[in-house]
């Protein structure tokens, strides 16, 4: 089976834009979470999607937000950008419950100008 | 407090050592799981845990539920081995929700 995939890898934006990345999960798996990754707080959990449902929700502004797709590829989409949105954007893809165990994509590295 | 604390932050070892990297929560877990960063950022899940112990390789995980407490072993350490370790742990249910923790740089010199 293929991995997770995300595009795009890399990305550059000025500070004001919006950007949106996609991920696409593991064939079969309906569950898709996204995180943040950034030198000074680390991976933090953005938002989970199941079934084209937001089950779960970080403590992130409303500037970030999600969707994901009947097909389970997902979306999320980073509007009015700031300087301290520049991170690794990391998706992972889950099996079914009662799976637990994480798929992570190669990320997207966002830089906010 | 973090709810998922992890020691040492950096760590720096000889080729053939024994490497431990501890991990501690303080919440209600459904799974430990430990992942591994290499420079350029793709994270690969190691094990994941709910109690016990694995082994897979030359890595070791074990989990002490009731002290809330996970140890990661690297037997006979190789260069190949130096990336950041992170320890997450998922609160349970349908959720992926994971918590992290700060991750553990390790360094293994030839």
């Known amino acids: 089976k293929a991995g997770v995939t995300q595009t795009p890898r890399y990305l550059i934006k000025t500070r004001g834009q919006q950007v949106t990345l996609s991920c696409s999960p593991i064939?079969?798996?309906?569950?898709v979470s996204w995180y943040q990754q950034t030198p000074g707080q680390g991976l933090q959990f953005l938002f989970e999607y199941f079934s084209e449902t937001q089950r779960n929700k970080g403590n992130f502004p409303g500037r970030f937000s999600g969707r994901q797709f009947s097909n389970s590829r997902s979306e999320m989409n980073v509007s009015t950008l700031e300087l301290g949105d520049s991170a690794l954007y990391l998706c992972?893809?889950?099996?079914?419950?009662?799976?637990?165990?994480?798929?992570f994509g190669p990320g997207t590295r966002l830089l906010v100008l | 407090k973090n709810e998922v604390e992890q020691s040492p932050q950096n760590l720096t070892a000889q080729e053939g050592e024994f490497i431990t990297i501890n991990c501690s929560y303080s919440v209600g877990i459904s799974a430990l799981h430990w992942l591994q960063q290499h420079p350029g950022g793709g994270i690969v899940s190691l094990f994941m845990l709910s109690s016990g112990k694995k082994k897979h390789g030359r890595l070791i995980a074990t989990i002490n539920i009731q002290e809330k407490h996970s140890s990661l072993h690297i037997t006979a350490s190789h260069p190949r081995d130096s990336a950041v370790y992170i320890c997450a742990v998922s609160k349970g249910g349908a959720t992926n929700k994971l918590i992290f923790g700060t991750g553990t740089l390790l360094a293994v010199q030839p």
């Open positions: 992972a893809s889950r099996g079914d419950y009662p799976q637990e165990t994480q798929y």
């Open positions: 064939s079969g798996h309906r569950s």
